[in-house]
């Protein structure tokens, strides 16, 4: 299985940003040398803000996307495939701007996807485009978090998409999803943990519990996508400008601090972080490169409230976000945010349990970024590949049709 995450559309500002036809071509690329490296069977990609911010303008892209991949010759053992891409840009109470596509390789057999009204398995055969409302569409679930959930942005559009799938009679779900941003770095530095942190974990919270609620058997599952989790901002500055003063900058006419400034206590004042609200500009990038930014790994915290519920393998590669979208910048972080692990892979832990006991047959596991060097947009995909031996899920629990119930 390959799963990936975090596709956005660059956004429509002046160059010398890579036009979006040009990253396409990229990040195709980058993304069919993993298939080639990898040659998985079972193949899932999950996509975030699908068509970018201005979505209408940027369909025909999102067209040639998936035209591109359905068509390609580096997908063309590919038989079988479902594509499910919400469209309906024009449905506020609905719109997730998530797509999710599923790829079989042509040697799999018996291959089945749940439908979640009739409660049945179905054989999957051809390759299917679901687009524009998901909403009646019985082989995916689809929900839009609640408004007030982040109640300052009125056009959030988080929310996540989940399918059920049983291959080699294991049965796992694979959950797409796309939590709330910081808003505000300003905000996110005042309160450890910020206060960021706790709607993203109401609302993961409240997907871990929609999908092993009592409606379906439970089964293992996958959450991957863009969880825009954060470093803890708070001890990052506070490490980062050990010895630092700070400056603050208040507006005339609301006093409001607009901007925080760190200087050196002596070297002759230099600055070397300055805070605003879509500002992070700390002087010295390499912090994030050095061993792949792994030293910072230490604030990244979101995950711990939920260490008994999912799980993430080891964490090698850099921050996967915010890289500039400058032409031949592929290496190179916007000063817009704190790097951060946005994008991760994550499972329960019945799934980690058929990983592991998979690997121990051979080293088969890996946990990855795409495109290290090349500009893929803000965001860098992350996948995971793995193996899964046959009848790795059979000891747990008894066969219900094609599928393991765990």
Same mark, same amino acid.
């Given at each position: 299985?390959?799963?990936?995450?975090?596709?956005?559309?660059?956004? @429509?500002?002046?160059?010398?940003?890579?036009?979006?036809?040009?990253?396409?071509?990229?990040?195709?690329?980058?993304?069919?040398?993993?298939?080639?490296?990898?040659?998985?069977?079972?193949?899932?990609?999950?996509?975030?803000?699908?068509?970018?911010?201005?979505?209408?303008?940027?369909m025909s892209h999102v067209d040639k996307f998936v035209k591109e991949l359905l068509s390609s010759d580096a997908m063309k053992e590919y038989s079988r495939a479902r594509v499910y891409l919400d469209e309906n840009f024009r449905s506020q109470?609905?719109? !997730?701007?998530?797509?999710?596509?599923?790829?079989?390789?042509?040697?799999?057999?018996n291959i089945y996807q749940f439908d979640f009204k009739a409660k049945k398995y179905k054989k999957v055969t051809g390759k299917e485009i679901y687009s524009d409302t998901l909403e009646s569409t019985p082989m995916l679930e689809k929900e839009k978090f609640p408004q007030d959930y982040f109640p300052e942005c009125k056009w959030s559009r988080k929310?996540?998409?989940?399918?059920?799938?049983?291959?080699?009679?294991?049965a796992f779900d694979l959950v797409n999803i796309h939590l709330f941003h910081d808003a505000s770095n300003l905000v996110a530095w005042e309160t450890s943990p910020s206060v960021? +942190?706790?709607?993203?974990?109401?609302?993961?919270?409240?997907?871990?519990?929609?999908?092993?609620?009592?409606?379906f058997e439970k089964v293992s599952y996958f959450v991957f996508g863009d969880f825009?989790?954060?470093?803890?901002?708070?001890?990052?500055?506070?490490?980062?400008?050990?010895?630092? !003063?700070?400056? !603050?900058?208040?507006?005339?006419?609301?006093?409001?601090?607009?901007?925080?400034?760190?200087?050196?206590?002596?070297?002759?004042?230099?600055?070397?972080?300055?805070?605003?609200?879509?500002?992070?500009?700390?002087?010295?990038?390499?912090?994030?490169?050095?061993?792949?930014?792994?030293?910072?790994?230490?604030?990244?915290?979101?995950?711990?409230?939920?260490?008994d519920r999912l799980y993430e393998l080891d964490i090698s590669f850099p921050p996967s976000y915010p890289y500039s979208e400058e032409s031949g910048q592929g290496q190179r972080y916007m000063n817009t945010r704190c790097p951060?692990?946005?994008?991760?892979?994550?499972?329960? @832990? +019945?799934?980690?349990?058929?990983?592991?006991?998979?690997?121990?047959?051979?080293?088969?596991?890996?946990?990855?970024?795409?495109?290290?060097?090349?500009?893929?947009?803000?965001?860098?995909?992350?996948?995971?590949?793995?193996?899964?031996a046959p009848g790795a899920g059979k000891p747990h629990a008894h066969v219900h049709k094609c599928c393991v119930v765990q």
């Open positions: 299985a390959l799963g990936l995450s975090a596709v956005p559309d660059p956004l @429509p500002v002046a160059p010398p940003l890579v036009h979006p036809e040009t990253l396409q071509k990229n990040w195709l690329r980058e993304f069919y040398q993993v298939v080639h490296t990898h040659k998985p069977h079972f193949m899932a990609l999950h996509c975030q803000e699908f068509g970018g911010k201005n979505y209408e303008a940027s109470e609905h719109f !997730t701007a998530l797509g999710s596509f599923y790829f079989l390789h042509e040697s799999l057999k929310g996540f998409i989940r399918t059920r799938w049983c291959v080699a009679d294991c960021y +942190s706790g709607i993203r974990h109401k609302a993961l919270g409240y997907v871990l519990d929609r999908i092993i609620d009592q409606r825009n989790f954060r470093l803890d901002s708070k001890s990052v500055v506070e490490t980062l400008c050990t010895k630092a !003063t700070v400056q !603050t900058v208040r507006a005339a006419d609301t006093n409001e601090v607009v901007k925080l400034v760190f200087r050196e206590s002596d070297n002759d004042r230099k600055v070397m972080l300055q805070l605003e609200k879509k500002l992070f500009d700390y002087f010295n990038q390499e912090v994030f490169h050095d061993n792949n930014g792994t030293a910072l790994l230490e604030f990244d915290k979101e995950l711990s409230v939920f260490k951060a692990w946005c994008d991760r892979v994550l499972m329960s @832990p +019945s799934a980690r349990e058929l990983i592991l006991k998979s690997e121990s047959e051979e080293k088969v596991v890996t946990y990855d970024h795409i495109g290290p060097n090349v500009c893929m947009g803000d965001h860098k995909p992350v996948f995971l590949a793995f193996r899964i």
